[in-house]
């Protein structure tokens, strides 16, 4: 429209048409594009609206549980076994203190009461220790011992002589120690060395 036009009509009373409202321009964020402000596409909405949601902590992979879970499983077996160890010994030192205890009772018991003779020369064999043993006794103390009414106890590699009620006594505070026990009801067959008749030379070798 000229401006002669538009005066003439502006003279007549017309109104000149409202000029279109103009958007606020949109700032560009560093990648260059712009923004949506209120009212265009996307308004109100944030930027990562319709995309899944990723947690910043990744997945741990199956393998990498596998193996700690073995490394896991190791370490337990390792520890219980070291723990059976420490409970094996334990056991071994407490029972070594129960020997040296029940010993040095077992001495003091049998303090001034073996019967052993030093003119004996009769060898009395027995097995102990899976061993064959011997012990000399003279004619009297040989017929008591197959009796049953004396016996052999062992201490520190002797051979004691002593009599029954002795040899229960040592018994009781150290079973080990009992080395010759004779039941006389018990067939001859079991204590083949009971009979005064059976001798073992000296120079066999056992």
Do not use: C
Request: proline content about 9%; hydrophobic content about 35%; charged content about 30%.
């Amino acid at each position: 429209m000229s401006d002669s036009l538009r005066d003439q009509l502006l003279g007549l009373g017309f109104k000149p048409a409202p000029k279109p409202e103009r958007r606020p321009e949109q700032r560009k964020p560093h990648g260059g594009k712009p923004v949506p402000g209120k009212g265009g596409h996307g308004a109100g909405k944030p930027a990562h609206a319709g995309k899944p949601a990723h947690s910043n902590k990744p997945a741990q992979p199956a393998r990498q549980r596998q193996e700690f879970d073995l490394a896991k499983a190791y370490a337990m077996r390792a520890q219980k076994e070291k723990d059976e160890r420490i409970e094996a010994e334990r056991q071994k030192q407490e029972e070594a203190r129960l020997r040296r205890e029940a010993k040095a009772k077992l001495e003091v018991l049998l303090k001034d009461k073996a019967l052993n003779d030093a003119e004996a020369d009769i060898a009395r064999h027995f097995p102990y220790g899976g061993k064959i043993k011997r012990i000399y006794v003279n004619a009297a103390q040989l017929k008591q011992l197959n009796a049953g009414e004396l016996g052999v106890v062992q201490l520190n590699g002797r051979y004691l002589l002593v009599d029954a009620a002795t040899l229960e006594e040592a018994g009781s505070v150290f079973a080990p120690s009992v080395a010759l026990k004779v039941d006389p009801n018990a067939p001859a067959e079991e204590d083949p060395y009971a009979d005064p008749k059976y001798q073992v030379p000296d120079d066999l070798v056992w």
